[in-house]
């Protein structure tokens, strides 16, 4: 899937520093091998603003961050964590196929670990304990200025807070709208572990932004049944050379199921297309959430994304 597209871009939810071993919740760290198999398969652009970039505390985020900064040359752009205010400060970009992409990473939380104000890593952290919400929001909407300046297509990769939830909460859809006034054209969401909607919203000066509240998990060994159904989102971007416009052409959602056996052995990700009704009864989920089964999680594609973005119905 990722080989037919020209740039993967994702959320990468645990620090990757290689001079600590491997970890499990609550302080995740993750080797450095699965990033390198992240960037072979397609995957260009890893947002680390998130709950866990402070489980390795600072240092480990400053290692992770050096880790992709050493990809550069193989086109790797990391935002969401940041070396220094001029690192904060550059626009995160790419251009691919003539079109200018900028990239913005935004989390609601730290899990309650925190930096120190003075910290050369720099986070747009909406409950930094050393800024108030209305600075947190101004420095938001200045690198969103900065990167639409710079760009065609402003992303911004948001964190939410509240897990498990399927629904768009009204503090979601208000700060999305925040994130769109202020110039965002496509928002990622990531967070509450499970799909939530697929939406347009209108921006103020015309057209409309994309925003994909949350795509669920890409893999995990998490025990609820919604948590195994997530998705990769399939946008084409369209640009009119006249007038120098880009606009988003169509949008796919393509459903995928984490699968694992039992004792979370053989973890792989599989398409929907591909997934079965005797694969789901074997499921390890089944050993804490025994409604997890093929109609379960197709209902959840159905219902949750919908037709307008799944193309079909399931």
């Known amino acids: 899937i990722f080989a037919q597209a020209d740039f993967g871009v994702m959320n990468q939810e645990t620090p990757l520093a290689a001079s600590r071993p491997p970890s499990n919740w609550p302080l995740f760290n993750t080797p450095t091998e699965l990033g390198d198999h992240m960037v072979d398969i397609g995957i260009k652009v890893f947002n680390h603003a998130n709950n866990h970039i402070l489980d390795q505390g600072v240092s480990g985020a400053l290692e992770t961050i050096q880790f992709w900064k050493d990809k550069a040359d193989q086109g790797i752009v990391l935002t969401g964590a940041y070396n220094g205010e001029e690192d904060l400060n550059t626009v995160k970009k790419h251009t691919v196929n003539g079109i200018t992409f900028s990239y ?11 930096k120190p104000a003075d910290s050369e890593l720099k986070l747009l952290n909406l409950a930094d304990p050393n800024q108030t919400q209305a600075q947190i929001e101004a420095e938001i909407q200045k690198q969103i200025a900065a990167a639409k300046a710079e760009s065609d297509v402003v992303c911004v990769f948001m964190h939410w807070q509240q897990e498990c939830n399927t629904e768009i909460t009204q503090g979601q859809e208000a700060f999305v709208n925040k994130l769109i006034s202020w110039g965002a054209d496509v928002i990622y ?5 499970v799909l939530q909607p697929i939406r347009y919203v209108e921006k103020p000066d015309g057209g409309k932004a994309l925003v994909a509240y949350s795509l669920g998990n890409f893999i995990s060994t998490e025990q609820k049944a919604t948590n195994m159904g997530g998705g990769i989102l399939d946008i084409t971007y369209e640009k009119e050379y006249e007038n120098n416009t880009v606009s988003i052409k169509d949008v796919t959602f393509i459903p995928t199921v984490t699968h694992y056996n039992s004792n979370y052995s ?4 599989i398409p929907f ?3 079965s009704a005797e694969l789901a009864q074997q499921h390890g989920v089944r050993k804490y959430q025994s409604q997890f089964s093929y109609e379960f999680i197709k209902e959840k594609f159905n219902t949750i994304i919908g037709e307008e973005f799944l193309k079909t119905t399931l």
Do not use: A, K
């Open 104 to 114: 913005i990473g935004v989390t609601e939380y730290t899990n309650g670990n925190t």
């Open 266 to 269: 053989d973890i792989r990700i």
């Open 273 to 275: 297309s591909e997934y």
């Open 189 to 193: 969401g990531s967070g509450p572990h």
